[in-house]
């Protein structure tokens, strides 16, 4: 399988290749030429697979540098956790995604991803060194996936002041290989500073970068593979799929899975207040506002990376992509609402960006449609916010106290891109 690049300017690579670049040399995305529809005998039977299984099938036809066998054991390591489907209120469901080591989703494509460049970097004398911006749960996922890799160093960039506690100490109390910069600016910011790490050439000549957003591949299509697992605990002819977006990977991660012919329904798009998405659905237009922080916080973006994937797995055509997807926006105040209300009529606890999901569906499901959101972090990585939605604190759990006890050790940086060099360089 060959990936070229959404802008159309830099060669078509193999999958090794895209996952050790990253980013193609023009500023676009990678993407797969093809996406082909699985076998008739996997789509009719898919339902009996075990989780790792279906995951192999699912990269099989993209990673075609790693052997097949080795791509399997990959996947048994990377799916190791649950990712159940539990029932909410009457045709409201929700996927837990958090059940991974740090407790949102983003373990899953971290620790594809960690694990490829494990696998590619076996026969390489060179230091990897991987650059990741966090809006508040990618940097832990990927401090966890790396940590202790030998051969690899990880740098984490995180907007100051703008992630939970908890987040903060999950990627800035390991140490080792991993080093957390912390930066006077918002997610976009951090976003724009690794990017433009990768344009500069004499930083490449020096370093062997590479990117853990999902700006790269590794990180991006394993996260196609939960949507159709949803579909072994949970069948519906007509399913609507409540998404909380941000950058916008995990959603064009589920119409990915689509195109693979698992039969999945059509997609709420969910943002907080960064809503550009939303308004483009709405509008046709594209236009970006500055980041506004929200009790969401790791949906404030405000120029989704993924838009370009999400554009090219609908040729561009607007009219398209609205057929299969509308825009929902949820304001703070409605966020800590939404968790009171579905505490006292469910007794679930939602995350402040799985409610965003849920009051999606709450407005747009038709009497008698399932819908299922997906809880992308657990609750207790946003324990202030979850305290003013509940009016009490929520019990700590072991694995929280242990965290909040370490010290954190972050170099602090501003915003623009010669100081963030300097330090790469140095
Ligand atoms: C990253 C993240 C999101 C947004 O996912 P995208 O793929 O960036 O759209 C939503 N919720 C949580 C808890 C996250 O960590």
């Not at 929700?94 to 494990?118: I, M, N, Q, W």
């Not at 995180?158 to 999950?170: A, M, N, R, T």
Request: glycine share 8%; proline share 6%.
């Amino acid at each position: 399988m060959k990936f070229f690049s959404t802008n159309r300017k830099a060669p078509a690579v193999g999958f090794k290749e895209a996952v050790i670049n990253s980013l193609p040399s023009d500023n676009g995305l990678y993407f797969p030429e093809s996406i082909p529809t699985l076998s008739p005998e996997v789509l009719s039977d898919f339902t009996s697979l075990a989780l790792p299984e279906l995951g192999f099938e699912m990269m099989k036809p993209f990673a075609t540098d790693i052997p097949e066998a080795d791509l399997f054991q990959i996947l048994e390591q990377v799916l190791s956790f649950d990712i159940p489907v539990v029932q909410v209120a009457e045709d409201i469901y929700s996927l837990e995604l958090y059940h991974g080591p740090t407790y949102a989703f983003k373990d899953v494509g971290a620790r594809f991803l960690a694990r490829c460049l494990g696998y590619f970097s076996q026969d390489q004398q060179e230091e990897v060194t991987i650059l990741v911006a966090t809006s508040g749960d990618t940097g832990g996922a990927v401090a966890n996936g790396f940590y202790g890799v030998e051969g690899v160093k990880v740098v984490i960039l995180y907007p100051s002041g703008k992630v939970s506690d908890l987040q903060e100490k999950q990627l800035t109390t390991l140490g080792g290989n991993i080093s957390a910069l912390e930066v006077a600016g918002d997610f976009d910011d951090c976003q724009a500073l690794v990017k433009q790490a990768f344009l500069d050439k004499e930083l490449n000549e020096k370093l062997s970068l590479t990117s853990a957003n999902s700006i790269n591949i590794a990180r991006w299509m394993p996260q196609s593979i939960y949507y159709a697992w949803m579909l072994t605990q949970l069948a519906s002819e007509d399913l609507l799929i409540a998404v909380p977006s941000g950058n916008y990977g995990n959603i064009t991660a589920a119409m990915f899975a689509r195109r693979m012919g698992f039969p999945l329904g059509s997609f709420l798009a969910c943002s907080n207040a960064n809503d550009v998405v939303p308004r483009y659905l709405q509008t046709g237009g594209y236009e970006p506002e500055p980041t506004i922080a929200t009790y969401a916080n790791a949906m404030d973006v405000s120029k989704p990376s993924n838009f370009p994937r999400m554009q090219e797995l609908y040729d561009g055509s607007y009219e398209a992509i609205k057929e299969d997807v509308r825009g929902f926006t949820l304001s703070d105040e409605e966020i800590l609402q939404t968790i009171a209300d579905c505490r006292r009529e469910s007794r679930y606890l939602l995350d402040p960006h799985g409610a965003i999901g849920y009051a999606a569906l709450k407005e747009h499901c038709k009497p008698g449609q399932r819908g299922i959101f997906l809880e992308t972090a657990h609750p207790i990585k946003f324990a202030p916010t979850m305290a003013k939605a509940l009016g009490q604190e929520l019990h700590m759990p072991g694995f929280v106290t242990d965290l909040i006890k370490r010290e954190k050790v972050a170099d602090k940086i501003g915003k623009g891109f010669e100081e963030f060099r300097e330090w790469l360089m140095k």
